[in-house]
């Protein structure tokens, strides 16, 4: 759960959708 708040946060900065 912890890894995916780190990659939401990198997410909100590129908004490319890495998921």
């Known amino acids: ?3 995916k708040l780190e ?3 990198e ?3 590129s908004e490319s ?3």
Do not use: I, P
């Open 1 to 3: 759960m912890l890894e």
């Open 17 to 19: 959708g890495v998921y």
């Open 11 to 13: 997410a909100e900065d």
């Open 7 to 9: 990659f939401q946060e």
